[in-house]
Structure formats: structure tokens, C-alpha cells
């Protein structure tokens, strides 16, 4: 490899470090994924990593985590060091906190950052975020009145000071969650990722013979900044708006406004006559909002350069203090997700008349939607158990939307021999759902059908975190909306989609996730793709007729 100094880089050599830099923050992933204890990381890929220069901006991301948590991670970075000092920083050290105002929204996540040391000298920061299986309190839901309720809240704390675990944080912690084991198993793991980026950082600059991050991370940043400018640049100027509505909380319908503002090379994205905050957890701190508005933008018009801090430089985004996308401590916020992945289809909505041929439609899973069982397995042992899967994804301008998968997360599902094994559940049913893609030239992606039976020692308690009972993915450029999603048990009651319940042991649950909006009027869709879908089971003939004009063969 050729070498390179702190005063510049050649194109090619700026290419392979990059290309490096990227896949130490996905060797990091690899150790988190192999050592956690959860199916949650392992399975379920709600984690991420990042590295960091040692102002705590972002170099380089895993390209298989949560992309919103490597929006969020520099943001929580630079909380920690304006708490703790970056000349108080040791060798061995790693730093915890899970306050949503500080991080990614919710208690449930956790944030671990370590410093990189080089030659006796502070060169970067190793981050990694994962969702724990348990924070305690009242499980992972959408009813709580205020965030005590949802569990324990640490702030930034010391988790290792020179390679010491700090017991008394642990055992504190440890003492309030239901799950210790895993809880522990995956914090460990989060601290073994990080461990992997420090000895790799320390491989690459022994390698290229840097001294540290920081002109490196200058360029990068500055060529993310530059691609990402001249993709804003090509849209017209101009004010684009849109509206949409999200089932809320009972009564209380959720409103989200946006407007998008393209002035040259930026963009602003304003989210005012937004809804105000409510008393349930359905609010969305301002870090998440941020996240979840520009890496939609990032998929759009700017899809191939690696992200990093420069990715965003050229968006601005801002919400209303107090309303459900800036609600104000201690506002519940454990099912932020429920409002905060509704943005890119608010964005893509209010940029379809300029960029047609770059969004999609809106997506079924988008929301997610997640079902939480915990209780007591036939064993005596207690288990906290989430049920990850997804609707279906919007149609775009080129193709029908990818069936049961999410967006603008990419969190995964993970295999039902994995989640069966972990706790007293049984999955009888898990199909895709015919007719839930929204009729389209391009059709949306289809949801899908689950069933489980619960099988516990005694009853057990059940926490949904739903929507798109009542507002189903919309169409775009004249797609019509993909179906709803349904909950109900088997005797034909449907608990309350944003609440905690009771179940017996022995009853079954099923789930109806939404099907993805469609893209382009139905009657242009190509005759052979329908009769395609006819034949492979996901439109019915009713369908294909009423809403394509295809009438079965005599």
C-alpha cells in the first residue's frame, strides 16, 4: 500500500483507506453480532457502529446496522465529552448512556463509547449502539404517561475507567431489569465491538504510516459534504409540502407536516404545524427526528458515496419545541419509532413532484410493528422476548416494493427457530398476505401473515407497539394505498395495538402487517407482471380484476 502524509492523499490511496476505514466499522459489527447474547442484535440487526475522529464527528459507519443509529452516535459522542473532557479520557475506558435526549430516542438503546489511542495519543472514538432485551419497568410500550415509567435512565456514566468494569453501575442497573444475563451479555458485546475497532484503528495507522484520524476524516467528511451538495443542487429551488396522518393514540390522530426547502446546494426540512406532544410514548426526540429526515434525503439523491458526518452537513432540520418530533423532558418516548419512521414518507411525499423517479411510496412497515411477550417459561426461568418482522416496502419509480421488509430502518426478522428457542413461543403461521401490496404500475410490497401461540407456565404479558390500523400506506404518483394491519386473538378480540395486556398460556395471537403504498396508476401496470402475481399467489382474481382490469381467462 502506498503511504500517504497528514499534508494529502492521492485518489487511490484515499480510496483503499476509506474502503479500510468502512470495514473496521463492520468488523466491529461482526464481534457484536457474534458475542451478544440477545436475538435482538444477533438476529434482529437493531445495533450499529461507527468510528469516530477525535472530535467525535463520523469517518465511517457498518454498512448493516441501523443507519439511524450512525446519524445519532457523534451527536451522543459529543454529549460525553462535553461531560467528560477528552483529555480525561484513558486507555481502557468506555462510557455508557441510554437518556433519550442524549441518544437514540428510547431507553432501550444503549450507547457505548471508547476511546482509540495511538502512540500515547487520543485518535479517535469506537461507538457502538444496541437494543437491550430489558430496561425494566413497563416492558418496551406505547402507554406510559411520562418516561420514568419506562424504565431505568443512565445517564452518561463511566461503564469501564482503564479497563475496569464499574461494578456499582453495573449492579445497579443489573438489579432493575428482568433479563440480566442478556442484558449483560449484550453490554459486553457492545464493549467487545468497540475493542475490535481500537486494535484495527491501530493496524491502519501503523500500516499507512498516519499519525492520527483527523485529515483523513477531513477529506472524507468534505467529499461526502461535496456529493451530497451537488445532488441537493439539481433540484429546483422551491418550498414542497406535504401532510400525512398516523393512527396517534386512540382518539388522538397523529399529524406530521412537512416542508421541504431547496435553496442551492441545501436543504431544510421543517417539520412546523406538526402535532404537540401527548402523555403516551409515542413521541419522537429531536436526535431521532434529525436521523430519520436526513437518511431518507441520503437514499434518494445520494445513494452510492459512503456515509459519514459529511453526509448531512447540507441538510437542516428542524420541529417545533414541545411538539411529538421535540417533546420535552420527561415526555414518554419508549415507541418513538412509531412516529419517527413515518418522516421519509412525509419527504418523499412533499419531493414527488420534483423527484419523481428517486422516492418510493409509503411503506407498510414503516411504522414497525412489534409484539413483546414476557413472562414466565415452563422451566421457572423468566424471559423477555420481541417479535422483529416487517410489512412490506413502498413501490418505486422502477420496480414493485420488496415484500415483508422494513424501511427506513433495515432492521431485520431473524429466523423463527432462533425466537422459538429463546423463549416459550410457538410460530404456527408466517406467510406473505395476498392483496396487502397497494395497486400500482410498480405494486407495493406485500405484508405479512403471522401466528403464535403462547406456551408459558402462566399467563404472560403482551406489549404491542402498532399503527397503520386506520391510516394504511399511502400511494404515490397515483398508487393507490396498500392494506392495513390487523391484531386479534383467537377468540376474535383485538387487544389495544399501542398497549400492555394479559394473555393465557395456551391462546394464539395473529398479526396483519400493512402492505407498501403503490407507485403510478394501476390500469398502466404491465398485463404479464399481474397475471404474474395472480399465478404466484399475491393478488387475488377479485383483485387483479377491480384493480387492474384484468378479468380471468374463460
Same mark, same amino acid.
Given at each position: ?18 474502503? $479500510? ?21 444477533r438476529? !434482529? ?12 464527528d ?9 443507519? !439511524? ?5 457523534p $451527536?451522543?459522542?459529543?454529549a ?29 438503546d ?10 500515547? #495519543?487520543l485518535? #479517535? ?14 416492558l ?16 452518561p ?20 431489569? $428482568?433479563?440480566?444475563?442478556q ?10 465491538a ?11 495507522l ?39 396522518e398516523?393512527?396517534g ?13 431547496? $435553496? ?8 412546523? #404545524? ?6 403516551r ?11 430519520? !429526515? ?28 414541545r ?18 419512521h ?17 422516492i418510493i ?8 410493528m ?26 418505486g ?16 426478522? +431473524? ?19 395476498s ?30 407497539l ?6 394504511p400506506?399511502?400511494?404515490?404518483c ?18 389495544h395495538p ?15 402487517y ?11 401496470r ?5 397475471r ?5 399467489g399475491?393478488i387475488?382474481?377479485?383483485?387483479a380484476?377491480?384493480?387492474? +382490469? ?5
Amino acid at each position: 500500500m502506498s503511504r500517504a502524509t497528514n499534508r494529502g492523499f492521492d485518489p487511490v490511496s484515499l480510496e483503499i483507506y476509506w474502503s $479500510r476505514l468502512i470495514s473496521i466499522a463492520d468488523e466491529a459489527a461482526t464481534g457484536l453480532l457474534r458475542t451478544a447474547f440477545s436475538t435482538i442484535v444477533r438476529e !434482529s440487526n437493531d445495533y450499529g457502529t461507527v468510528l469516530m475522529d477525535r472530535n467525535g464527528d463520523s469517518i465511517s459507519e457498518n454498512t448493516g446496522g441501523i443507519a !439511524s443509529f450512525s446519524c445519532i452516535l457523534p $451527536r451522543t459522542t459529543k454529549a460525553f465529552l462535553s461531560k467528560f473532557p477528552a483529555h480525561t479520557w484513558q486507555p481502557g475506558d468506555s462510557v455508557i448512556t441510554n437518556d433519550p435526549w442524549l441518544a437514540t430516542g428510547h431507553l432501550p438503546d444503549f450507547t457505548v463509547v471508547t476511546p482509540i489511542f495511538h502512540k500515547g #495519543g487520543l485518535v #479517535g472514538f469506537a461507538g457502538s449502539i444496541a437494543h437491550s432485551p430489558d430496561v425494566g419497568g413497563a416492558l418496551w410500550s406505547a402507554d406510559c404517561r411520562e418516561l420514568f415509567e419506562e424504565g431505568i435512565r443512565v445517564p452518561p456514566s463511566r461503564l469501564l475507567r482503564a479497563g475496569e468494569w464499574n461494578a456499582e453501575l453495573l449492579d445497579l442497573f443489573l438489579a432493575n431489569v $428482568r433479563v440480566p444475563g442478556q442484558v449483560l451479555g449484550d453490554l459486553q458485546a457492545q464493549v467487545v465491538a468497540n475493542e475490535v475497532s481500537m486494535r484495527r484503528v491501530a493496524e491502519f495507522l501503523d500500516d499507512t504510516g498516519l499519525d492520527d484520524l483527523q485529515e483523513l476524516s477531513r477529506v472524507v467528511q468534505e467529499r461526502a459534504d461535496s456529493s451530497m451538495r451537488r445532488a441537493i443542487s439539481a433540484l429546483p429551488d422551491g418550498a414542497y409540502h406535504a401532510t400525512i396522518e398516523a393512527d396517534g393514540y386512540d382518539e388522538r390522530t397523529t399529524r406530521i407536516a412537512c416542508t421541504v426547502r431547496v $435553496r442551492g446546494d441545501t436543504m431544510e426540512i421543517d417539520y412546523a #404545524g406538526t402535532s404537540p406532544q401527548i402523555d403516551r410514548g409515542i413521541n419522537c426526540v429531536f436526535n431521532y427526528t434529525h436521523a430519520y !429526515s436526513v437518511y431518507p434525503v441520503k437514499c434518494a439523491l445520494d445513494p452510492l458515496v459512503p456515509r459519514n458526518e459529511g453526509s448531512y452537513r447540507a441538510i437542516w432540520v428542524s420541529a417545533p419545541e414541545r411538539s411529538i418530533l421535540n417533546p420535552v423532558y420527561p415526555a414518554p418516548c419508549s415507541a418513538r419509532q412509531l412516529t419517527g419512521h413515518l418522516l421519509a414518507g412525509a419527504i418523499y411525499q412533499a419531493l414527488a413532484p420534483v423527484l419523481p423517479e428517486r422516492i418510493i411510496a409509503e411503506c407498510g412497515g414503516a411504522p414497525t410493528m412489534r409484539a413483546l411477550f414476557s413472562g414466565i417459561d415452563r422451566g421457572g426461568d423468566r424471559f423477555s422476548q420481541i417479535l422483529f418482522a416487517s410489512g412490506g416496502m413502498g413501490a418505486g419509480p422502477h420496480r414493485d416494493g420488496l415484500s415483508a421488509t422494513a424501511f427506513p430502518t433495515n432492521v431485520g426478522a +431473524g429466523s423463527v427457530e432462533a425466537y422459538e428457542s429463546a423463549a416459550p413461543l410457538l410460530v404456527w403461521k408466517k406467510r406473505l398476505r395476498s392483496d396487502s401490496g397497494g395497486p400500482g404500475r410498480f405494486r407495493g410490497g406485500l405484508g405479512q401473515e403471522i401466528e403464535i401461540e403462547l406456551r408459558s407456565r402462566g399467563p404472560a404479558r403482551l406489549s404491542l407497539l402498532s399503527d397503520r390500523h386506520h391510516h394504511p400506506a399511502a400511494g404515490v404518483c397515483g398508487g393507490a394505498p396498500g392494506a392495513p394491519s390487523m391484531i386479534a386473538l383467537d377468540d376474535g378480540s383485538r387487544p389495544h395495538p399501542k398497549s400492555r395486556s394479559t394473555v393465557a398460556s395456551g391462546r394464539r395471537l395473529t398479526l396483519l402487517y400493512a402492505g407498501g403504498g403503490g407507485y403510478g396508476d394501476p390500469k398502466t401496470r404491465d398485463r404479464d407482471l399481474v397475471r404474474s402475481d395472480l399465478a404466484n399467489g399475491y393478488i387475488s382474481a377479485e383483485a387483479a380484476a377491480r384493480d387492474y +382490469g384484468l378479468e380471468a381467462a374463460p
